[in-house]
């Protein structure tokens, strides 16, 4: 590492430090004049949970603003106005994406500590505290990421916010016995918006994992390959949109709506998957074996499911989100490996034509 890199990387961590400082400040504050005199409990009716959520989510979205604009500027100057849109269009998905992580995470530390905790209340001061608490980790996790966000980096918060959102609707679930036929049972009864808004949000990130897996196969290939690019990101959009739609259409509402949303989800999963992995350079032999492994393992986990009745649907769901999750984070970690980390600005003005743009100052 030289020493430039080390100086850069060391004021990063120091803005890190002061950026965690000021959301706690702020989060407190904001606590302390929302949450109101009153002791009241952590969880259920007027508890601190929601509002602190709350709190914290905004103040995590701001930091990943204020650290975009901060380490990131001028990033899109070099690019043509189709690319510039698309970077863009990330940057809002993921603003959202981290206040609901943020505030996911709180809701969900929240029911266990209310478990471990039982019967403890808080004021306006120590609900500020735990606000200002919950503010500067989402904070500081946001702002982190608005310093150099990979793909790898994506996947792994998509598997985080799908493990926290669902274990969060498993323990607010209105039937006790919803794994007895499968997980869309979580997006009914009164705590149904939990298990639904995961959905929708974890739309909204497999989109944006797509978006950036099209940024890194583009700077591994360039623009000769930009159209199939595009089609690739387009399935991935898809697909997020189906997950998304999941969530938006539950199960005791509009069943057929809701299982036809939660197929086309899976095979356009199965078709970005194979599309992406036969994109990749090479295609490298890891990625190769894991693709044909995971499908493989997919036809075998529905066979007994469904054929020999050894597990529930709930199960086979289980086994195949993990299972598309494990290929995910072997994509994101080849496509780290044979893409050049450098932003790669297109040379054409559209996905079509290939005149150049005119020229523009800054650095991406």
Known sequence: MGHMEQQ?????????????????????????LLLGAE?????????????????????????????????????????????????????????????AVTAMGVLLTAEILAVGL?????????????????????????FGAGIGLRTADLAGLLFGYLVIGTLFAMVTAADPRWWESNFSQLGGGAG???????????????????????????????????????GIVTLWAATGAALAAVGLLPLHRVPIAHDVAAF???????????STATAVPGPPR??????????????????????FALFSVTALEAIVVGLGLLWM??????????APPESRPSARTTLRRGSSPPARSGSA
């Open 329 to 338: 984070t072997t994509l994101v970690r080849v496509l780290a490996i044979v």
């Open 192 to 230: 149904s918006w939990a298990f639904n808004g995961t959905l929708v949000i974890a739309g909204l990130l497999v989109a944006t994992v797509g978006s950036y897996i099209g940024r890194d196969l583009h700077r591994a290939l360039g623009d000769p390959a930009l159209v199939r690019i595009a």
């Open 264 to 274: 086309a989800t899976l095979a356009l999963f199965a078709v970005a998957m194979v």
């Open 39 to 99: 002791p009241r409990p952590l969880t259920g009716v007027g508890g601190l949970a929601l509002p602190i959520a709350a709190i914290a989510g905004v103040i995590a979205a701001a930091a990943f603003i204020v650290s975009t604009r901060m380490h990131r500027q001028g990033e899109t100057a070099a690019m043509p106005r189709w690319q510039a849109v698309v970077s863009d269009v990330s940057e809002v998905a993921l603003t959202v994406v981290f206040g």
């Open 118 to 142: 039982r019967g403890l209340a808080l004021a306006a001061i120590g609900g500020g505290l735990l606000a200002g608490v919950a503010a500067a980790v989402g904070g500081r996790f946001a």
């Open 8 to 32: 850069y990387r060391l004021q990063g961590e120091t803005r890190a430090v002061w950026a965690t400082a000021i959301c706690f400040v702020l989060g407190t504050l904001a606590g302390v």
């Open 286 to 307: 890891a990625l190769v074996i894991t693709t044909v492994g995971v499908v493989l393992l997919v036809v075998v986990a529905v066979v007994l499911c469904f054929g």
